[in-house]
């Protein structure tokens, strides 16, 4: 055998060994089985690629930061993956700030401006790569960097760069990296979404009004993904955002027909709504009556309740 594929060979199994091995401390087999009752059953599953390219990433850095933090907010020239190893703090990203602790997973990129602050530790993966679009595609809810609950990875990250040198550190560091982005794909990030759902509520009541209001633009201006936005404003309020706003604004156009001081049209358009006929249809939904028979029976002294 040729040097080069004895070296070849040689760093295969050393970074099959350690991560296998790590693997197996980890994880009980019998659940990696997907719920086997035989343990010892042979398991086959077919890789789809289908228009999946190669994912060319190259890890740059392993760090385990045990005794600093970032704490001045500056842009990094590389994509980052850490893993929050011990305490509590803070992610500034952007100039929104993201509570972190032990446990949390979470991304930064090149285009953005970060710190990380507070009594805390983290382990990160810098990296770079043509791939790396592809991959972070793959993370449906990129738009929102933390994840919680992974604390699980902690000891296999440990682990890891524990059995790093210079000779297997790529092959380890990409390992790990593309295993803990394994295990976010088609995982919802966690966040404390009941404040932000308070803070999106008064928000929309203060710009309801706005014409160009919708929940893509709101899932902008806080930095959610809007399908992600959407689960979980109903999740917390019971109402979907789009019943929430037509309710609003239908209440809102209720109290100025009352008045009886403005044409139907420009009502329509004072609470929101882009044209009069769609005005019309939404409030005959709701209020069982066109937006004129609403009108006539507040005229007429009709005890309406809806």
Request: charged share 25%; aromatic share 12%; net charge positive.
């Given at each position: 055998?040729?040097?080069?594929?004895?070296?070849?060979?040689?760093?295969?199994?050393?970074?099959?060994?350690?991560?296998?091995?790590?693997?197996?401390?980890?994880?009980?087999?019998?659940?990696?089985?997907?719920?086997?009752?035989?343990?010892?059953?042979?398991?086959?599953?077919?890789?789809?690629?289908?228009?999946?390219?190669?994912?060319?990433?190259?890890?740059?850095?392993?760090?385990?930061?045990?005794?600093?933090?970032?704490?001045?907010?500056?842009?990094?020239?590389?994509?980052?993956?850490?893993?929050?190893?011990?305490?509590?703090?803070?992610?500034?990203?952007?100039?929104?700030?993201?509570?972190?602790?032990?446990?949390?997973?979470?991304?930064?990129?090149?285009?953005?401006?970060?710190?990380?602050?507070g009594d805390l530790e983290y382990a990160y993966i810098s990296f770079l790569g043509s791939g790396v679009p592809?991959?972070?595609?793959?993370?449906e809810s990129y738009s929102y960097p933390v994840y919680r609950g992974y604390?699980?990875?902690?000891?296999?990250?440990?682990?890891?760069?524990?059995?790093?040198?210079?000779?297997?550190?790529?092959?380890?560091?990409?390992?790990?990296?593309?295993?803990?982005?394994?295990?976010?794909?088609?995982?919802?990030?966690?966040?404390?979404?009941?404040?932000?759902?308070?803070?999106?509520?008064?928000?929309?009541?203060?710009?309801?009004?706005?014409?160009?209001?919708?929940?893509?633009?709101?899932?902008?201006?806080?930095?959610?993904?809007?399908?992600?936005?959407?689960?979980?404003?109903?999740?917390?309020?019971?109402?979907?955002?789009?019943?929430?706003?037509?309710?609003?604004?239908?209440?809102?156009?209720?109290?100025?027909?009352?008045?009886?001081?403005?044409?139907?049209?420009?009502?329509?358009?004072?609470?929101?709504?882009?044209?009069?006929?769609?005005?019309?249809?939404?409030?005959?939904?709701?209020?069982?009556?066109?937006?004129?028979?609403?009108?006539?029976?507040?005229?007429?002294?009709?005890?309406?309740?809806?």
């Open positions: 055998m040729r040097k080069s594929q004895w070296i070849k060979a040689r760093l295969t199994w050393i970074f099959s060994r350690c991560l296998d091995k790590t693997v197996d401390n980890l994880y009980n087999i019998k659940e990696m089985n997907n719920g086997l009752e035989d343990e010892k059953q042979n398991i086959c599953k077919f890789v789809h690629t289908g228009n999946k390219a190669s994912l060319e990433i190259n890890p740059i850095n392993f760090v385990w930061e045990r005794t600093a933090v970032r704490e001045t907010e500056n842009v990094y020239s590389v994509y980052s993956l850490h893993i929050v190893t011990n305490g509590t703090g803070e992610l500034i990203l952007d100039g929104k700030v993201f509570d972190l602790r032990y446990g949390d997973v979470f991304f930064t990129q090149p285009s953005s401006r970060y710190a990380v602050r592809l991959l972070l595609k793959r993370i604390d699980d990875l902690i000891e296999f990250w440990s682990k890891a760069i524990a059995n790093t040198n210079a000779e297997n550190i790529d092959f380890i560091s990409r390992g790990v990296l593309f295993y803990s982005v394994a295990r976010l794909i088609s995982v919802e990030p966690e966040s404390d979404l009941t404040a932000v759902i308070v803070n999106i509520e008064k928000y929309v009541k203060q710009h309801f009004t706005d014409t160009e209001l919708s929940l893509h633009t709101i899932a902008e201006k806080f930095g959610y993904n809007t399908k992600y936005l959407s689960k979980f404003f109903l999740q917390h309020t019971g109402v979907k955002y789009s019943d929430y706003i037509a309710n609003l604004r239908i209440n809102a156009a209720c109290a100025l027909l009352s008045e009886g001081k403005m044409p139907i049209k420009e009502i329509a358009y004072c609470c929101g709504f882009h044209d009069a006929l769609y005005f019309s249809r939404v409030f005959k939904e709701k209020m069982k009556l066109s937006p004129l028979d609403f009108q006539k029976s507040i005229q007429a002294g009709m005890d309406f309740r809806g």
